[in-house]
């Protein structure tokens, strides 16, 4: 399924295009614009970060960075089976829950760097959302970021394992 | 005659390909799937564009033109393997050609306590269809283990697992190890107590050439796509009294001679296994391949692939941080060098590598026993083959110890 977007200012508007880098992404139909979020606004520091790296060997440094930083960390014992994001090349496992105020919480642990670190920026993105928009977040940003490798439809690809595993649980807590 | 590295690599087109990030391409993910020359892909075109039909059916030129090429390539691939046309079924790759001894040999000569030998070695296609077999008929299976100090088989836990056994089913070189298992000795002594013996050839057949005929298994499971031939075509090689065994596993069209509402009559010999219509492309791309191939001598191959191996494990030993599984300084390795960074986990390594032009194997390999027995989840493999160079090793290790400095 298509992933929605955050905010849609035009309802009217029938074809949007996905093919954009920055956050905010312009399509016009009929005559009217419309203007799109790719990913929360809290985010946009953080691809910023990304987007201002030398090179591709300073984003996986910075990544590592961010690994080390997760703001929801999973206790190894919750490493569990059922917690685990099936992937080829990496041991992931995300754990979601609606909190008292009914917002949208998750946390999440993985053996490889890369892919904890895109755990605990997309932890920062998701967390005190709604599940609704949880379930209609697009993984843009990390393309923004730079992170090509981490988006291609591979079987073994444990960060887009791991995110339809987010927004597959967000609705079903939806 | 030494041999034209150069000149092999103008054959692969690929080679001079440059990634997304303007790095150039360094393919080290042989043990996966090997690159094609450009004759393969040729032949494969000129059947499209030329002479595309369906084989074994119609009367029609281009149906004629299409038997004679499937066939020619039958011929031209047990010529290389040293065999009888007759001798050999196409599937869709070893795997295939495993499953189909499974289902189309044991389940048909085999019976509830009967034993099966397997290796913790294995790659999980000669691991799983045997597991299946065990629960449908249970038959006991039996796993070979590995001295993990020296990454070779226990040959004297071998010879004690052999005892009682009907069947054997061993790889002939590690994907994950590159370790070449002495398969001569293993098929001596598994048909000294009467077992037919499977040997799984993915990994040995681009590395050294296979005569079947000599080598004695009764079984040989073969992937065209790790030795330059296209992906989805593959064989079993079955020695004539064991096929005579045999019985259907797939069923359908071409596989059969009458067919009435009452039952059908099926076909004899290899043509028995080939159901639907056929592999035709990609069987005339594989004649290509080991056309191609037989210009060489595969000893001079096997020697340059393993100088790279072995020079690549021995500059790796002196990172700090990085293990390498297996020795491929032992004789007949492949050019497979598994490794891993204790503190960079091997799916980051990927990445990072990747960066610098270099596509390596990550993951399990399809062989978590082995995992196991390793102690790891999971491993890096640089793999060699034909057109690589030592220059594209030392940039290799150069990019590898860079990552491991800067990345811990």
Known sequence: MRPKHLSLICDMCVSVSLECDGQIEESQSGGAIMTERQWPEHLDAVVEEFQGCFDAMERYELLFEYAKKNPSPLSEDEWTDANQVQGCQSRAHVVCSIDQNGHFQMRGGADAQIVQGLISITAMAVNGMSSTEVSNLSPKYVEAMGIRNSLTPSRANGFLNMFERIRSEAEKLG | ?408
């Open chain 2, 1 to 408: 005659m030494a041999l034209d590295i150069q000149s092999i690599r103008a054959d692969f087109p690929i080679l001079g390909r440059v990634l997304p990030n303007g790095k150039k391409l360094v393919y080290f993910d042989n043990a996966a799937t090997s690159q094609k020359p450009k004759c393969v892909i040729e032949a494969m075109t000129q059947y499209y564009e030329q002479y595309n039909s369906n084989a074994h059916r119609a009367n029609h030129t281009l149906a004629d033109e299409a038997t004679a090429a499937l066939e020619n390539a039958r011929l031209s691939i047990s010529r290389y393997f040293g065999t009888s046309p007759a001798n050999l079924i196409y599937t869709s790759g070893a795997t295939e050609a495993i499953n189909l001894a499974a289902y189309g040999w044991a389940r048909y000569n085999l019976e509830r306590d009967d034993v099966i030998v397997v290796t913790e070695m294995e790659h999980h296609a000669d691991i799983v269809p045997w597991q299946e077999m065990s629960k449908e008929k249970g038959i006991e299976l039996r796993y070979v283990p590995i001295d993990t100090k020296t990454f070779t088989l226990d040959m004297d836990a071998f010879e004690v697992a052999l005892e009682g056994a009907k069947l054997v089913c061993v790889v002939h070189t590690s994907n994950v190890l590159g370790v070449r298992n002495p398969v001569e000795d293993i098929i001596e002594k598994s048909h000294a107590v009467g077992a037919r013996v499977l040997i799984d050839c993915a990994q040995g057949a681009p590395h050294e050439r296979i005569f079947f005929d000599n080598l004695g298994a009764d079984f040989v499971a073969i992937s065209a796509h790790k030795m330059a031939g296209p992906t989805g075509i593959g064989c079993l090689l079955v020695k004539s009294e064991a096929m005579e065994q045999m019985g259907p596993f797939m069923t359908g069209g071409s596989m059969i001679r009458r067919v009435t509402t009452e039952g059908s009559v099926f076909q004899e010999g290899h043509a028995m296994f080939e159901t639907g219509t056929p592999r035709i492309a990609e069987a005339i791309g594989w004649g290509a391949a080991v056309e191609w191939l037989s210009q060489f001598d595969m000893r001079e191959v096997h020697s340059h692939i393993q100088d790279i191996a072995s020079w690549t494990a021995d500059q790796m030993l002196e990172i700090p941080g990085i293990r390498v599984f297996g020795d491929p300084s032992l004789p007949g390795s492949s050019g497979a060098v598994s490794f891993l960074h204790d503190s960079i986990q091997s799916q980051d390594l990927a990445f990072l590598l990747d960066e610098g032009g270099f596509a390596v194997r990550t993951g399990h390999h399809c062989a978590q026993p082995l995992m196991d027995a390793l102690g790891v989840p999971s491993t890096n493999r640089a793999s060699f083959w034909i057109y690589n160079t030592l220059d594209e090793a030392q940039a290799f290790v150069s990019h590898l110890r860079y990552v491991c400095e800067r990345f811990t």
